[in-house]
């Protein structure tokens, strides 16, 4: 079984700041991948960044980079730089590898973050 | 990357009807997902649909309450039967591309049932 888990539910952060939002995750499957999603109010599901459980390099992706610590089961995203318009919903989720887990994803609960000017 | 076109965007039903979203995708994919979020929940898978065998359900839904359609590689529909209140909620399809990378979502239907 999967389990992601964001224990932020909500966060705050001034315009031009950093801000990082964590994931802890749970997971038998020894090949699986992490995924960052935005979800702003209009509800569709922005893909954010990917980390697959073998690469060796944290994955960044423009402004969004991905602190993964394999040993503690953290993957961690943050945000440099934040902007007004990162102020949406971010979801943690995992990809297991293994038949069983058939490639379905499981979320976290989320993170809502705003973004003050 | 994977371009995914779900119908309808949002939807105000009546209890007791059925109401059938489509999820049309660019390129061929072997799977596709349905997933459920409630007001203010995270998503919860509904099931997987495979083209050319029944759909896999999750723990706590049923075909009955959830028929799933995947005629070809480029498109399925997901049926919302018996609508009550507690149906309200953002229902998603997403895909898995070519590489395992990818998760490609839809722009969700939004289903509110009075």
């Known amino acids: 079984a999967q389990k992601i888990t964001q224990t932020q539910p909500g966060m705050f952060v001034q315009e031009k700041e950093a801000v990082t939002l964590d994931c802890t995750y749970d997971t038998s499957d020894p090949s699986y991948g992490l995924f960052w999603y935005k979800q702003p109010s209009s509800g569709e599901m922005i893909f954010l960044i990917y980390q697959g459980s073998y690469d060796q390099q944290n994955a960044t992706e423009g402004r969004y980079s991905l602190n993964f610590q394999k040993a503690r089961k953290s993957a961690n995203l943050v945000i440099s730089a934040s902007q007004l318009g990162d102020s949406a919903m971010y979801f943690c989720?995992?990809?297991?590898?293994?038949?069983?887990?058939?490639?379905?994803?499981?979320f976290g609960k989320g993170t809502l973050l705003t973004v003050n000017p | 990357s994977a371009v995914i076109s779900q119908k309808p965007s949002r939807d105000i039903c009546q209890r007791g009807t059925s109401l059938t979203i489509q999820c049309q995708v660019d390129?061929?994919?072997?799977?596709m997902f349905w997933y459920r979020q409630q007001p203010g929940q995270s998503l919860t898978l509904i099931a997987t649909?495979?083209?050319?065998?029944?759909?896999?359900?999750e723990s706590g839904f049923v075909i009955d309450k959830f028929p799933i359609s995947r005629p070809n590689l480029t498109f399925s529909t997901l049926t919302v039967s018996n609508m009550s209140p507690e149906d309200s909620s953002i229902y998603l399809c997403?895909?898995?591309?070519?590489?395992?990378?990818?998760?490609?979502f839809g722009q969700g239907t939004r289903l509110t049932v009075v």
């Open positions: 989720a995992m990809r297991g590898y293994s038949g069983g887990s058939n490639y379905k994803l499981t």
């Open positions: 997403s895909v898995r591309g070519g590489a395992n990378t990818e998760a490609f």
């Open positions: 390129s061929q994919v072997t799977m």
């Open positions: 649909a495979n083209q050319g065998s029944e759909a896999t359900y």
